[in-house]
């Protein structure tokens, strides 16, 4: 997956059972050692690093055999959305079926050091798929609407502010997507200049990825709504090609209270009037 080449093998010709989540122990030496297992130093919580691992390895062959082979790549657009979700929701549940001493964040503190190698594997694989799986729905999501644009249609990409904003703790792989998906709007806009494409951070609005984090909802929803109908005016043609804040204070020449500024290109307040 890491060289983008296909197996020797498919995967879906493979007919092997997985092995089982309870295997027998055996001995080694005076040690009692459960194949397959890693355990916590404390000795508490156990996990089958076998079958995660094998588990694992049959997502990777899912995010190239249904997203980045040849095969994938002529599939209509709704196959491979069907696809990109499929892929995407069995690593949603392998994270979930992680306990939580052997996760990224607290391996450090419970694992034994002879085994962190084999955990820190799994989790850098683990998010190599992630950053897959985040980059396929990016690019289907360019060239699934580039051939049904009408000419000059105007192309709002609406983003998140943690494109611009500097790094916060936890969110590496959700904030590099959004970065990435804002150049890939911006290459959108070079490669066509007869559109009109912009993308904006919509303001913060409780939603459900936000909802157990420590941004506190400050905007209406009304907020992005009307402000995607004036980008659409022609009062708003200078804003052509560029990232834009709705949250943005637009009549004091200053961003709105709590707002963090933005890092990257942005639009002077100045240069811009709402009547």
Not at 108 to 114: D, N
Not at 147 to 168: E, M, N, Q, T, W
Not at 213 to 239: C, I, K, M, R
Not at 244 to 269: G, K, Y
């Amino acid at each position: 997956m890491r060289q983008q080449q296909p197996s020797i093998q498919r995967d879906d010709d493979i007919d092997h059972i997985l092995p089982l989540a309870e295997v027998d122990s055996f001995q080694s030496g005076s040690t009692g050692i459960h194949s397959g297992q890693s355990t916590t130093a404390d000795g508490a919580v156990t996990m089958n690093y076998f079958l995660a691992r094998i588990q694992l390895a049959v997502i990777e062959g899912g995010v190239y055999d249904y997203l980045y082979s040849t095969r994938s790549q002529k599939r209509t657009p709704d196959d491979r959305a069907k696809a990109l979700d499929s892929v995407a929701c069995a690593l949603e549940q392998w994270k979930a079926s992680v306990p939580p001493e052997f996760s990224a964040a607290t391996a450090s503190q419970t694992v034994p050091l002879h085994l962190l190698p084999f955990i820190s594997f799994l989790h850098s694989t683990s998010f190599m798929c992630a950053a897959l799986i985040n980059q396929a729905h990016a690019w289907n999501a360019k060239w699934s609407i580039l051939p049904h644009l009408a000419p000059k249609a105007k192309v709002f990409d609406v983003s998140s502010g943690i494109a611009h904003i500097g790094p916060l703790p936890g969110v590496w792989a959700y904030a590099a997507t959004k970065a990435a998906n804002t150049k890939l709007f911006q290459y959108l806009q070079a490669e066509n200049p007869e559109l009109h494409v912009i993308s904006i951070q919509p303001g913060v609005i409780l939603t459900e990825i936000n909802a157990n984090t420590y941004f506190e909802n400050q905007d209406d929803t009304n907020l992005p709504g009307h402000f995607q109908v004036w980008l659409a005016s022609p009062e708003a043609e200078f804003l052509k090609g560029k990232f834009v804040w709705a949250n943005w204070d637009l009549t004091r020449d200053r961003p709105l209270p709590n707002a963090q500024r933005p890092t990257l290109a942005l639009a002077s307040p100045s240069q811009i009037r709402l009547s």
